[in-house]
């Protein structure tokens, strides 16, 4: 078996229907926006992904993998002022999971940030049971900042969200 290819792309509107699967599988959104727990009608996803679509604040990026179409990853809150946005990324297909297609994605974003955006910092918050995602993010060079306590609800249960970021300093070209 060859090696994938990790690619980010424009996304397109046909990608919407995947997310009618994905948003509606508990484990997928577990740990990801909290307004994916409320978005289960075709309709109320709809809506959300044309507004993804025409969001001019926040970079928005289809992850293929051999040209499946297996998530979206970018940077939202871009601010030109500040040179800083957050990172964010979601693999909705668990057939993607612990397979190197999030660190691969971190690192393109990374890479987008610093160079093409020219920001200086990019940062981030996960939930701290999301270890697989806390150990990907430190990896990738991002480092902890603080704490916001309680900032999650899910499984009737409240977790702390770790804040972390990395400086365009901190950043080694690949």
């Not at 297609?101 to 940030?113: D, H, S």
């Not at 200086?120 to 603080?146: H, I």
């Not at 306590?149 to 804040?163: T, V, Y």
Request: glycine share 8%.
């Amino acid at each position: 078996m060859g090696r994938r290819v990790i690619a980010l792309k424009p996304l397109s509107k046909e990608n919407v229907t995947s997310f009618y699967q994905w948003l509606n599988d508990p484990e997928v959104i577990r740990y990801s926006l909290s307004l994916f727990q409320k978005l289960n009608t075709e309709a109320d996803i709809d809506f959300w992904y044309k507004g993804v679509l025409r969001d001019t604040k926040t970079l928005s990026l289809g992850i293929y993998v051999d040209e499946e179409f297996v998530g979206y990853a970018g940077i939202s809150s871009l601010s030109s002022v500040n040179k800083s946005g957050e990172y964010y990324i979601f693999i909705g297909n668990k057939d993607f999971w612990s397979k190197g297609v999030g660190t691969e994605v971190t690192r393109q974003i990374i890479e987008i940030a610093f160079v093409e955006k020219e920001l200086e910092r990019l940062m981030l918050t996960v939930s701290v049971p999301n270890q697989g995602g806390v150990k990907a993010y430190k990896k990738a060079g991002f480092k902890e900042e603080g704490r916001l306590r309680n900032a999650a609800l899910r499984d009737g249960e409240f977790h702390d969200k770790i804040i972390m970021s990395i400086l365009k300093s901190e950043y080694k070209l690949s």
